[in-house]
T-cell receptor
Framework: DGGITQSPKYLFRKEGQNVTLSCEQN?????MYWYRQDPGQGLRLIYYSQIVNDFQKGDIAEGYSVSREKKESFPLTVTSAQKNPTAFYLC?????????????FGQGTRLTVV | GDSVTQMEGPVTLSEEAFLTINCTYT??????LFWYVQYPGEGLQLLLK?????DKGSNKGFEATYRKETTSFHLEKGSVQVSDSAVYFCALRVNNDMRFGAGTRLTVKP
């Protein structure tokens, strides 16, 4: 079955550590996105990528980094520079050239700083 | 910039009540509009969509009509069930820019 997979589902980070969240899709989508969800604030865009080896900052990119070395993969690193990283992180993907199509979401990773 | 505004929750209804969740948008281009649903601890699932003015999206008894004149895409259901309890997000897409509303939490009581 085609889909988008995020791992791990739960992640704990000590202060000062970098952590990487995985996102893989087998839908042959060109575009991939990372969103952060906090209670009552909806989804905020962190980074997005429309093509391999290219990505753009979203609204809240500070303290995060990404790479897009393969079409199927778009990992997100939460760095120690991110002062309030505890949140629910959602990865999504979509076709690039068909703007009337929806984005597909993974099941999310809940990151907690301990 | 492009944005979506949806009614604040939480919304609490009794089973079989009528549901409306308001959504309005601001967009510089011609957006496609979506409603997503999120169950606890999960990602977002597409509920319905509409890609041009006057289109009506529908799924599982939910409906929404793309109203360009009022820049709205309100979600409605005639008779809600306990299983409809979730958070609902209105969203728009213009090219590869996807924007989401803040979400509306719906609780349906038996």
């Amino acid at each position: 079955d085609g889909g988008i997979t995020q791992s791990p589902k739960y992640l704990f980070r000590k202060e000062g550590q970098n952590v990487t969240l995985s996102c893989e899709q087998n839908l042959n989508h060109d575009a991939m996105y990372w969103y952060r969800q906090d209670p009552g604030q909806g989804l905020r865009l962190i980074y997005y990528s429309q093509i391999v080896n290219d990505f753009q900052k979203g609204d809240i990119a500070e303290g995060y980094s990404v790479s897009r070395e393969k079409k199927e993969s778009f990992p997100l690193t939460v760095t120690s520079a991110q002062k309030n990283p505890t949140a629910f992180y959602l990865c999504a993907s979509s076709f690039t050239t068909e703007s009337n199509t929806e984005a597909f979401f993974g099941q999310g990773t809940r990151l907690t700083v301990v | 910039g492009d944005s979506v505004t949806q009614m604040e929750g939480p919304v609490t209804l009794s089973e079989e009540a009528f549901l409306t969740i308001n959504c309005t948008y601001t967009a510089t281009g011609y957006p496609s509009l979506f409603w997503y649903v999120q169950y606890p601890g999960e990602g977002l699932q597409l509920l319905l969509k509409a890609t041009k003015a006057d289109d009506k999206g529908s799924n599982k008894g939910f409906e929404a009509t793309y109203r360009k004149e009022t820049t709205s895409f309100h979600l409605e259901k005639g008779s809600v069930q306990v299983s409809d309890s979730a958070v609902y997000f209105c969203a728009l897409r213009v090219n590869n820019d996807m924007r989401f509303g803040a979400g509306t939490r719906l609780t349906v009581k038996p």
